[in-house]
């Protein structure tokens, strides 16, 4: 069983709907979470970051965090064609432990539609 | 402030071949990160260095590969002899030392995309 499940897509929505992206996870040890955007060619970029459980906002983007469920979401709001991209979301152990490695999801391809 | 950066963007070797990959990490960041990912898989940590130590090597896939970060700049991944499955987007990325008052993020380069026939 992988550590990390996201569903791979692809989601396509006309312009200006909400999406929803979300991921499980296994390991009940992981207390940061946080959601990248790829770009075609690119590298990961982060996007948000939280720390345990609770909502996190950022203009049209919005992060959850539900440890007890084990499951994290990421909303975007009036979503533009700009935001065409694969989501990545990824989890880290506390900061100070043995490790700094992120654990990824396979990602979800988003197409937003004009 | 330049990004990471990475080299070369794309590699084709032959089965059996050697190449090198290398990453310039952002000026000033401790930490470098090596991960790959294989074709319709996830994001895998390969290891992390902290200066020119190696941290945490517990993703490197076997002793084909081999990590150095010499002066704790830049840093090489070389794969010798390169196998069919080591074909994949290789990823290194950096980020500051938290202790020192920088940041988790880790910051991702784009990648070398590399074949092997």
């Known amino acids: 069983q992988k550590e990390v499940e996201q569903d791979p897509g692809p989601l396509s929505v006309p312009e200006g709907a909400i999406v929803s992206l979300n991921c499980t996870y296994s390991?009940?040890?992981?207390?940061?979470f946080m959601w990248y955007r790829q770009y075609s060619r690119k590298g990961p970029e982060l996007l948000m970051y939280?720390?345990?459980?609770g909502n996190k906002e950022d203009g049209r983007f919005t992060a959850q965090v539900d440890k007890s469920s084990k499951y994290i979401s990421l909303f975007i709001r009036d979503s533009q064609p700009s935001d065409s991209a694969t989501y990545l979301c990824?989890?880290?152990?506390?900061?100070?432990?043995?490790?700094?490695?992120?654990?990824f999801g396979t990602g979800t391809l988003l197409a937003v539609q004009p | 402030e330049a990004g990471v950066t990475q080299f070369p963007s794309h590699s084709v070797i032959e089965k059996g071949q050697t190449v090198t990959l290398r990453c310039d990490p952002i000026?000033?960041?401790?930490?470098l990160y090596w991960y790959r990912r294989v074709m319709g898989k996830e994001i895998k940590f390969l290891l992390h260095?902290?200066?020119?130590?190696?941290?945490?090597e517990s993703g490197m896939p076997n002793n084909r590969f081999l990590a150095e970060r010499t002066g704790g700049t830049y840093s090489t991944l070389k794969v010798q002899p390169a196998e069919l499955e080591d074909s994949g987007v290789y990823f290194c990325?950096?980020?500051?030392?938290?202790?020192?008052?920088?940041?988790?993020?880790?910051?991702f380069g784009p990648g070398t995309r590399l074949t092997v026939t």
């Open positions: 990325a950096s980020s500051q030392d938290r202790i020192a008052g920088g940041s988790y993020e880790q910051y």
């Open positions: 390991n009940s040890a992981f207390q940061y």
């Open positions: 939280t720390y345990s459980s």
């Open positions: 990824a989890m880290r152990l506390l900061y100070g432990g043995a490790t700094n490695k992120l654990i």
């Open positions: 000026s000033g960041h401790d930490n």
């Open positions: 260095f902290v200066k020119e130590s190696k941290q945490d």
